[in-house]
Structures are given as C-alpha cells and as structure tokens.
C-alpha cells in the first residue's frame, strides 16, 4: 500500500503559506512526461491522438533517456515521452512496475538555482540541489516524490533563460 500522502502535503502547504515557495519563480506548466517502453509505437500513438507530430527527439545522455515531444499546435504544455536508454535502471524498474505511464509534471521557472535554494531552505526534498543538463540545453532539477505525496516533479530553466556559467551537470 502506498505511504500515506497527507503529512507530505500537509509540510508543504505549511511551508508555502505565505505567499508560495515558488511565487514569482514559475511561468507555467512545461510539460507531461510519460515513461515508455518504445519511442516509435509511443509516439505514434500520441501524435494521432493530439494530431501534432513527436518532434525534437534526442538521447540525454546524462540522465540515460531518449527523449521526444509532442508540442500542442497552439502552445502550451507538450507531453514529453521518455524511454530509458540501457542502464537507466529507475526507469526500467518503473516500466517493469507500470508499464507505460504518467512519469512526472514539469514547471518552467525563470530562475532554477533559486527556486532550488528556496526549497532547500525550507527542507523540501530534493533529488537535485544543483540543477543539471535536460533535454533541449534546459536545465533541469527534481524534487523527490516523497515531497508531494509521492509525484514526481521536476523544474524547468528553458534554454533562452539559461545561466551560462556552467553550474549544470
């Protein structure tokens, strides 16, 4: 059975009372990734399903992912899908468990390093205090799922607001 999720959301909204832990810093939804098991069958699926193409696939060899988007027509948030390169045993382990499924949400922030030292000093887990190379040349950062309820959330530098002083990994 799955650990209860109301301590974890409790910290958090004591955490962000006043005003958010992340006020100023989040610009929107970024995407929705989805873990597969094939990059091909995934993303003809997806891409019939929101009639626009998987476009801007790549190997992120730093996280061991090939990743690909689906961007909606309009804008907005894209589905990211994620397919674990060999090696990427956490992926494996979570396809072997779920199958393919909802991996994570992502929010595009304007400044990653404060957002993560915003949360580090309130004792928000984090799986990244530093944020790290993600697909595009975005910098990316995780915060642990155990910090809400067990999701899985990760933050977003895009490229355009990236800092060039090479503090990704």
Do not use: K
Not at 145 to 167: C, F, I, K, N, S
């Amino acid at each position: 059975m799955p650990a209860d999720p109301g301590p974890a959301y409790a910290r958090l909204a004591q955490l962000g009372a006043r005003g958010g832990l992340l006020a100023g810093l989040v610009v929107a939804v970024d995407h929705i990734g989805i873990c597969v098991a094939g990059m091909d069958d995934a993303g003809a699926a997806w891409s019939a399903l929101l009639g626009a193409p998987l476009v801007d696939r790549e190997d992120v060899e730093a996280q061991r992912t090939a990743a690909g988007f689906v961007r909606m027509p309009g804008g907005g948030a894209a589905v990211e899908l994620i397919c674990p390169l060999p090696g990427n045993a956490g992926l494996d382990r979570f396809l072997a468990q779920r199958g393919d499924a909802l991996h994570h949400v992502a929010f595009a922030v304007t400044d990653i390093a404060e957002a993560l030292a915003r949360l580090g000093v309130a004792g928000v887990e984090l799986i990244d205090r530093a944020p790290r190379a993600g697909a595009g040349g975005h910098l990316v950062a995780f915060l642990h799922p155990r910090a809400l309820g067990g999701t899985l959330v990760e933050l977003v530098q895009r490229a355009e607001h990236a800092d060039t002083r090479g503090d990704a990994t």
